[in-house]
């Protein structure tokens, strides 16, 4: 048998009956699918950065929700720049900051009976803790619930002032079980829940409250610098999911874009980056990232590329799948920009 004969013979021939049994469309159809399946695993071997922050952050809805909250923080800051981050303060009821201690509602109550204007009026002026308990703690029982609130509120910032932590809270948890009142309202009965619990270094509690506070009133300047405290101590310390170590670096740069807005006067941004760059050493990556940023919408982008091109030897600090994401913003950062100014 020649050489092509055996060929055919192998092959077989197109009259031959061993070729009648194999079709080719099915032959073709299958060679297809292997493409297709090729082409799938070779898009899953170069899948984006999503895919394999999810896979270091734990498949879970947790790690989903905070990468898409992360990815659409960073989506804003290209499209807006900084201006992304300005809260919604639309109550013009309400100081961004207390002018005094836990003080800042301005018009808040609207009419209430003249018995209760003078006896909040009495205590406000009163420099006697005794003598504004007194006035202060019938107030407590009112049939109408927005006084009954502000007491117990009243009554939280006094406790709070005395440092007597454990009856402020317990005021002002007394102001948050008030029913039927408007979700704005509970925003100071929550920070001062934050802040005794910061004073005690309860850092849990105190993240929660804050948390609830901001999102009652974005507007609430006090709440969002003392989370900048609390999220800081928080991501120094060990035992935290990659998840929550994202959703609290990125509660920090929503903190960090908001508090100068909020107070009108932009030299914040390098006051808050003084403020966590002079610690002895930085502790991590997420920390370098606010400082950073901090100095680059300052103006100071040398001193922000200073910063931000030592986190590298910062790593190991963090989750590894936070820490990589935060790394990836970081190198970002340090790119040329394409055109002048282009944000964040």
Same mark, same amino acid.
């Given at each position: ?50 895919? @394999? ?9 947790? $790690? ?18 900084? $201006? ?48 504004? &308990? ?39 948890? $007394? ?27 309860? &850092? ?10 901001? @999102? ?41 874009? @908001?508090?100068?807005?909020? @107070?009108? #006067?932009?030299?914040?941004?390098? #006051? ?7 610690? #002895? ?18 103006? #100071? ?44």
């Amino acid at each position: 048998m020649s050489r092509s004969s055996r060929i055919t013979a192998f092959i077989g021939s197109p009259m031959d009956p061993r070729c009648l049994g194999t079709p080719l469309m099915p032959r073709l159809a299958t060679l297809g699918l292997l493409m297709v399946l090729g082409g799938v695993l070779w898009g899953l071997a170069r899948a984006p950065d999503r895919s @394999a922050a999810l896979a270091e952050l734990g498949d879970s809805v947790e $790690a989903r929700q905070s990468i898409a909250a992360w990815e659409s923080l960073w989506s804003e800051l290209a499209e807006r720049g900084v $201006a992304a981050l300005n809260p919604a303060t639309n109550d013009a009821s309400r100081r961004a900051a207390g002018d005094t201690v836990f003080m800042r509602y301005r018009n808040l109550w609207g009419p209430i009976d003249d018995d209760a204007r003078l006896a909040f009026q009495l205590a406000a002026l009163s420099g006697d803790p005794a003598r504004k &308990l007194a006035l202060i703690e019938p107030l407590t029982r009112s049939e109408n619930p927005l006084i009954r609130f502000r007491a117990h509120l009243e009554l939280a910032r006094l406790q709070r002032r005395l440092l007597d932590f454990e009856a402020a809270r317990m005021a002002a948890r $007394a102001a948050l079980a008030v029913p039927d009142l408007p979700e704005r309202l509970s925003a100071d009965a929550w920070f001062i829940l934050a802040d005794s619990a910061w004073e005690q270094d309860r &850092l849990d509690e105190a993240e929660i409250a804050l948390n609830a506070a901001i @999102a009652a009133d974005p507007g609430f300047w006090d709440a969002r610098r003392l989370r900048l405290e609390v999220l800081a101590r928080q991501l120094a310390r060990p035992r935290q999911t990659g998840a929550v170590c994202l959703d609290r670096t990125r509660r920090m740069i929503e903190d960090l874009g @908001a508090l100068p807005t909020l @107070a009108e #006067d932009q030299t914040q941004f390098r #006051d808050l980056a003084d403020r966590f760059a002079r610690q #002895d050493t930085m502790p991590h990556v997420a920390l370098a990232l606010i400082v950073g940023l901090g100095y680059r919408w300052s103006g #100071d982008t040398e001193r922000a590329r200073v910063i931000l091109e030592n986190a590298e030897r910062l790593h190991g600090q963090l989750p590894h799948g936070c820490e990589r994401l935060i790394l990836k913003r970081i190198s970002g950062l340090l790119e040329p920009a394409s055109t002048p100014g282009q944000p964040p």
